[in-house]
C-alpha cells in the first residue's frame, strides 16, 4: 500500500510529467472511483483545466487545478502511469487524463480501491478526510509536547494508534514497524505507558524513518512502482518489515510477525519487550 513516501514519490513525479499541461478529456471507466461531483459533472468540470501544482497531505494528492483541486487517495494499489504516445488501456485503467498536446495519464487500480474528489480552489483542507489529519512528520510541524500528550490521553496500543493517522500523519504499516523497531518499543504497549524517554526516541525515530524513505523514494513491495514507472529504495533499508525469521539488525534474535489490530507486524522480541507498567 503507498504510504507517505510512496505517495510523495508519486507527487514528485507527477510535478516531473504533467506540470502545466492542459485537459482536453477525461474519461471515466470505472465510476465509483469518483467521489464528487457526479461522474458526468466531474468529466465536464476538467475539461481545460490546466495542472498548476501537485501537493500532497498526509497520503492524499492534491492536484492544484486552474478552477479546482482535485484531491486523489491511492489506498492499496492505485498508481498514475503517464504516456506521451501509444498510451496502455488495461482491464485496471479506471480513469483516463487527455492532455491537449496529444499524452495521457492514466488511473490505474487493480483493487479499485481508489478514490477521487473535485473541490472548490484552494478548498482541499476542508475535506473531510483531510480535516482529520495530524501534523505531517516535518520537525517544525510534528511537535514532541503535542505528541506526548496525545500519547498520554489513549490506552490503545502505540502501533494502531499510530496508524490512525491523528497523532501524525502518513504512518502505515511498514513505517509504523520500523519506527518502533528504532525506538525498541513493542507494538502493543500501551501508548498512555511510554515513558517520557521513550516518546522523545519515538518522535525522533518516526521522523527519521520516514525521512530516510522519502529520500529512497519509498518501498516497493511487490510489484508497486511510481508515476515515473520506478521502483523505490527504501526496501533494501527495512529491519523488521517482512523480515520474519531474520536476525535482528541489534541484538540477532530472529524477527518475529503477529497480528496487532488486524495488522501484520513484525518486530524483535528482545529488543522491543512489552513493559507492565501502573498508570503514572
Known amino acids: 500500500m503507498p504510504e507517505l ?32 461531483p457526479e461522474v458526468p459533472i466531474f468529466s465536464t468540470l476538467l475539461k481545460g483545466q490546466r495542472f498548476e501544482k501537485f501537493e500532497r497531505r498526509g497520503k492524499f494528492l492534491i492536484f492544484k487545478l486552474t478552477d479546482y483541486d482535485l484531491i486523489s487517495h491511492l489506498r492499496m494499489e492505485g498508481k498514475y502511469e503517464y504516456f506521451e504516445s501509444d498510451p496502455i488501456v488495461d482491464k485496471h485503467t479506471h480513469v483516463i487524463f487527455h ?20 473541490v472548490d480552489k484552494d478548498q482541499s483542507a476542508a475535506y473531510k478526510g483531510i480535516m482529520q489529519l495530524g501534523p505531517e512528520p516535518k520537525p517544525e510541524l510534528f511537535l514532541l509536547e503535542a505528541f506526548e500528550q496525545g500519547l498520554k490521553r489513549s490506552k490503545k496500543a502505540i502501533k494502531p494508534l499510530l496508524l490512525d493517522q491523528k497523532l501524525v500523519t502518513g504512518l502505515g504499516n511498514i513505517y509504523v514497524d520500523e519506527a518502533l523497531w528504532q525506538a525498541k518499543i513493542h507494538p502493543e504497549q500501551p501508548a498512555d505507558s511510554l515513558m517520557p524517554t521513550e516518546v522523545d526516541v519515538l518522535h525522533e525515530a518516526i521522523i527519521d524513518v520516514l525521512e530516510r524513505a522519502v529520500e529512497a523514494g519509498g518501498t516497493t513491495i511487490r510489484t508497486y512502482l511510481n508515476a515515473l514507472g520506478e521502483a523505490g529504495k527504501f526496501q533494501m533499508s527495512l529491519n523488521v518489515y517482512g523480515q520474519t525469521g531474520n536476525p535482528c539488525g541489534r541484538c540477532g534474535t530472529p524477527i518475529v510477525k503477529i497480528k496487532v489490530a488486524q495488522r501484520g507486524t513484525h518486530f524483535c522480541p528482545q529488543c522491543q519487550k512489552l513493559h507492565v507498567r501502573s498508570n503514572k
Open 5 to 36: 513516501p510512496e505517495v510523495e514519490t508519486v507527487r514528485k513525479g507527477l510535478e516531473k510529467l504533467v506540470l502545466n499541461k492542459t485537459i482536453e478529456s477525461v474519461e471515466i471507466l470505472w465510476p465509483r472511483i469518483i467521489e464528487s
Open 99 to 118: 492532455f491537449t498536446d496529444g499524452s495521457q495519464l492514466n488511473y490505474h487500480d487493480v483493487r479499485k480501491f481508489g478514490r477521487m474528489t473535485l
